[in-house]
């Protein structure tokens, strides 16, 4: 059986993209993943895809996109001038979940990261999301930090 | 007397931004407040001076840096789109803690982050930081998610 194949998403992956991040528990009430992606994720993605610290990978396997997320590399001083890795908007397929793919996903994205000059990765995943939680303890990701959000 | 003016840090305020970052109780073990700022924050800052998703502020008082904090404005597809200000490194000269300061940095932070297009503004605080946490509190952030860092 062919490996998941690693790439930076483009314009014609949208839809895909967008209906994984619709097909989840919090994202139901957050996305609107009709078949005409509307122009709020046209723009977003013409921002993220002209920013070099922006990499929206999408997964492919089988011919068919099984998983997203997005990594932005962020410069900065503290720690020494620690560049930090962090990780977003990570989902997959319905039928692939509870398999070794997040593993992969995860394994690809510190990779990135690595190569990118991180040497530190972060995440915030929702209270909600104990299956998330086991599965980054299980990765040996720590968690030091309560993740605060403000709507503005 | 005079307002707190919040401006993009140069290169020249670097020893200054370093000292607060590293009079902290988690920082002090961080950071090389050494009056010789290291090569590891200069070639940082450059990074972060290059990158126009990233605004390192300072906050002068009285002909003195007295508050510093890093915004990102991280473009996404998630949220229906939403671009997210992300707020890290917020440090203030610790003779001016407990006063008004933290308030004023927060207020210009989002201000600034609305400017750029966000509708949301995230960031973490470590676990060991209770104070900080009741002031995120205060302001009307939710304490929705876990943070989680990897070292890599």
């Known amino acids: 059986m062919s490996e998941p194949h690693f790439r930076r998403a483009t314009a014609a992956d949208l839809e895909a993209i967008v209906a994984l991040l619709a097909d989840d528990v919090l994202g139901a009430s957050r996305e609107n993943a009709s078949p005409a992606v509307g122009q709020c994720y046209r723009a977003a993605f013409a921002e993220i895809d002209a920013d070099p610290n922006q990499f929206l990978c999408v997964v492919e396997h089988a011919q068919r996109i099984v998983g997203t ?57 929702d209270k909600a999301r104990p299956d998330a939680h086991r599965f980054y303890d299980r990765l040996g990701f720590e968690p030091t930090h309560i993740g605060y959000k403000l709507n503005i």
Request: proline share 2%; charged share 25%; aromatic share 4%.
């Open 69 to 125: 997320l997005q990594l932005t590399f962020i410069p900065g001083l503290s720690r020494s001038g620690t560049k930090r890795g962090q990780i977003e908007a990570v989902r997959i397929a319905r039928d692939r979940r509870g398999g070794k793919l997040g593993e992969a996903m995860l394994a690809w994205a510190i990779s990135e990261c690595r190569a990118h000059g991180c040497s530190l990765v972060q995440l915030t995943t």
